[in-house]
């Protein structure tokens, strides 16, 4: 009974390739995020989607485009991958906007460029 | 503009306490998380301030000064587990109520 599951766990790939992570939370959360965590373990805040709708849009490439198709799910396309995105990718879900609500994570997906 | 510092690394002793300070300034503010981070694992919750105070929960207590813009997070009787990066992280509400993460604090612990 995983509560935010995301696939794959690693992701080994060549420059200029387009690959996708999935993410699913099966807590009834209304609100999602795609992080990316660097090699300095820093944890940056790329997306956010409340009941399939962006609300937090950071300054990430467009080459990254999130989709929602409902609101357990939040998926991350990346096209044409370059060797400074590689990282761990973090999904995240909580309960709604507003105080309290912590975040839960999923397990993360290594991504590897090569 | 937005900042969050935290020391990035601390050695403490099995047993022993150990203080994490996290100091912040983010154009709005409307409460402070901090998480646990073990190697190779997602963070995990630990604390939630948003009033000025301390929040106890077993061996972990979370501090909060929102006048400072100053909180801390105090670990008693440490375990070897208890080695792992902990994050203090800001919800901005003036920003799209964006969950803003510091760099984290490495922690070791030694027997």
């Known amino acids: 009974d995983t509560a935010v599951s995301q696939t794959p766990k690693y992701l080994v790939t060549q420059m200029g390739n387009d690959k996708s992570i999935k993410c699913e939370q099966n807590?009834?959360?209304?609100?999602m995020y795609w992080y990316k965590q660097d090699s300095k373990k820093f944890l940056k805040i790329m997306f956010s989607?409340?009941?399939?709708?962006?609300?937090i849009n950071e300054t990430v490439p467009n080459r990254f485009s999130p989709k929602s198709p409902d609101k357990a799910h939040l998926n991350l396309h990346i096209n044409s991958l370059e060797l400074g995105d590689s990282a761990v990718y973090f999904c995240a879900s909580r309960k709604q906007p507003g105080p309290g609500h912590e975040q839960y994570f999923g397990p993360g997906t290594r991504l590897t460029v090569t | 503009g937005q900042n969050i510092d935290q020391p990035t690394e601390m050695t403490a002793t099995e047993g022993a306490i150990v203080q994490i300070n996290c100091t912040y300034q983010?154009?709005?503010?409307?409460?402070l998380f901090w998480y646990q981070q073990h190697a190779g694992e997602a963070p995990t919750f630990l604390s939630y301030n948003v009033l000025d105070g301390l929040e106890e929960k077993g061996r972990f207590s979370s501090f909060l000064s929102r006048s400072k813009g100053y909180s801390y997070l105090l670990l008693k009787e440490l375990q070897m587990k208890d080695s792992a990066s902990y994050l203090c992280a800001v919800r901005d509400q003036d920003r799209d109520d964006k969950i803003i993460f510091g760099k984290g604090t490495r922690l070791h612990i030694l027997p």
């Open positions: 989607y409340n009941n399939k709708e962006l609300i």
């Open positions: 807590l009834g959360h209304d609100t």
């Open positions: 983010t154009s709005g503010f409307n409460g």
